[in-house]
C-alpha cells in the first residue's frame, strides 16, 4: 500500500488546476476528483498501475486541455498538459520595471509584480492580444503568439520627463509649475525651480502650467509626454531687458530713473 501522488502542470512546469479520474478495478475511487492545486492526492492504493487522466477546462479561453498517463504509487510524479506559461516583463521607455502595472492577455488579467513580471499560467496554444495599463491608462496594445513556454520583454509607452527651463536668452530660471499628466495625476514643484522632473508618466497629453514668483504664469499649454520627454530645455517667453535713456544729442543721461510697468494685459 502507498499513496498515489500525481501533479497536473503546463508547460513551463506550473501547476494546473484540474479533474482527474483514475482507472481503479476495484471500484472503490470516486468517478472524479478536482483538484484547485492541481496535485491528485490518493492515500493507501494497492501498489500497481494506475492510468490518470488530467482534465483542465477554461472558460476565459473557451478551451480545454487534457493528459493522461501511467502511474504507480509511491512517488510524486507530473502529468504534463498542451497548456503553456508565459511570462511578460514589462518595462518603461526609459528602462524602469513597471511594478503593479495592470495585463491583458486575451482575456485574462493579471498584475505585473513589484519587478514587473507579469505570469500567466495554462496559456493555449494560439495568438493574443496584450494590452497594458499604467494608472489607468493603455500604454500598450499588442499581439504575441504562443506555441510553448516562453517569456517576452515589454517597452510600455511609460516615460520620464526631465528638462531644464531657460529664458529666451539662454539662462536657466527658477519658476513653479505644475504638471497634470493623462491618469489625472498631478505633479508639481511648491519652491521656484529651474528643473521640471515627473517619472513613469503614461503617454499622452499633458496640461503643463509654469508661474514666476509673482504668481505670473508665463506658460500654460498642453503638450504630449512623448514630446516633454524628447525635450532637455523648455525656453519661457521671458528674458532680460536692457535700456539706455539718451538726450535728444544721443548723450547718456546718467542717474535717470527708470519705471518699468508690465506686462499689459
Known amino acids: 500500500m502507498d499513496d498515489l501522488l500525481v501533479q497536473a502542470i503546463d508547460s513551463g512546469g506550473m501547476p494546473l488546476a484540474a479533474n482527474f479520474t483514475v482507472s481503479d478495478p476495484q471500484g472503490v475511487l470516486p468517478d472524479l476528483l478536482y483538484c484547485s492545486s492541481g496535485l491528485l492526492n490518493i492515500t493507501q492504493l494497492v501498489v500497481g498501475d494506475y492510468r490518470v487522466r488530467a482534465l483542465n477546462c477554461s472558460q476565459a479561453f473557451k478551451t480545454c486541455a487534457e493528459a493522461s498517463g501511467i502511474f ?67 500604454v500598450y496594445d499588442g499581439r504575441i503568439m504562443v506555441s510553448e513556454s516562453g517569456s517576452w520583454d515589454i517597452i510600455a509607452d511609460v516615460y520620464d520627463v526631465g528638462l531644464e527651463l531657460r529664458t529666451t536668452d539662454g539662462r536657466p530660471f527658477s519658476a513653479y509649475w505644475i504638471l497634470v499628466d493623462p491618469s489625472g495625476h498631478r505633479h508639481e514643484m511648491r519652491r521656484p525651480s529651474s528643473i521640471i522632473s515627473a517619472r513613469l508618466i503614461p503617454r499622452g497629453p499633458c496640461n503643463l502650467t509654469v508661474i514666476d514668483e509673482r504668481n505670473l504664469t508665463l506658460i500654460s499649454s498642453v503638450m504630449s509626454v ?40
Open 72 to 138: 504507480q504509487p509511491g512517488q510524486l510524479m507530473k502529468l504534463q498538459l498542451p497548456l503553456h506559461s508565459i511570462t511578460l516583463h514589462l518595462y518603461s521607455r526609459g528602462g524602469v520595471e513597471l511594478g503593479n502595472a495592470l495585463v491583458i492577455l486575451g482575456g485574462v488579467e493579471a498584475r505585473a509584480d513589484q519587478w514587473g513580471y507579469a505570469i500567466f499560467p495554462g496559456i493555449p496554444e494560439g495568438e493574443y492580444e496584450v494590452r497594458i495599463l499604467w494608472n489607468n491608462v493603455e
Open 226 to 265: 512623448e514630446e516633454l520627454a524628447s525635450m532637455r530645455e523648455l525656453k519661457l517667453p521671458i528674458g532680460d531687458m536692457v535700456i539706455r535713456v539718451l538726450w535728444s544729442d544721443d548723450a547718456p543721461i546718467a542717474n535717470a530713473r527708470i519705471v518699468l510697468v508690465g506686462p499689459q494685459a
